[in-house]
């Protein structure tokens, strides 16, 4: 069955904002080129002057990108592009996404409520393996095999354990605690 595309949500708010924030910037940018035009201008102020625009610009990108994560996200009760009969599985199963039901999740004996998306649906994401080779080697620390420093080490740790064992001896009361 396909799909049927999500109508759009616009929020009065959100468009406010972006189209303030772009006239806002190009006034910006105009204020910075009449100063870059004046006497005392300078390149600095040419560099304003074509920067501005560039935020305007990218406040105006930003409320589409928005709009157009909402819709793909927003999808009806559909998980990873799969149609919402196949998203989620019946009472007690799995579905081919790796989702389940809400109430799979209450009785599978989880502690928490199970997750619900933004527009109350049911299906919960289980968390994805992350692929092998994917993130970079942890540093290892550079063993030393001073023999010096091996020597001191071992001093110090007869030093320890020779005061752990003289404290308990002196004060019984203090190591109880």
């Known amino acids: 069955m396909p799909e049927t595309p999500r ?3 616009h929020r009065p708010a959100l468009i ?3 189209v303030v924030l772009a ?3 190009l006034a910006l940018g105009w204020w910075q080129m009449e100063r870059f035009s004046s006497a ?4 600095q102020n040419l560099g304003y002057a074509m920067q501005w625009p560039l935020f305007g610009a990218f406040a105006l990108f ?4 928005f709009v157009r994560l909402e819709q793909e996200a927003g999808a009806p009760d559909a998980v990873d592009g799969e149609s919402p009969d196949r998203a989620t599985g019946s009472p007690g199963t799995v579905g081919e996404a790796g989702t389940t039901t809400a109430t799979d999740a209450e009785t599978a004996g989880n502690d928490g409520p199970a997750r619900s998306g933004r527009r109350g ?3 919960v994401r289980e968390p994805r393996e992350i692929p092998a080779g994917f993130l970079p080697e942890r540093p290892r620390a550079a063993r030393d095999t001073d023999p010096v420093l091996a020597e001191y080490n ?4 007869r030093l ?3 005061d752990q064992a003289g404290s308990e001896a002196r004060d019984p009361e203090r190591s109880a605690g």
């Open 40 to 43: 005392s201008g300078t390149a």
């Open 23 to 25: 006239v806002a910037a």
């Open 160 to 162: 320890n354990a020779g």
């Open 154 to 157: 071992s001093y110090l740790a």
């Open 16 to 18: 406010v904002l972006a």
């Open 62 to 65: 930003a409320y589409f990108r």
């Open 121 to 123: 649906t049911t299906a």
């Open 7 to 9: 109508p759009t949500v």
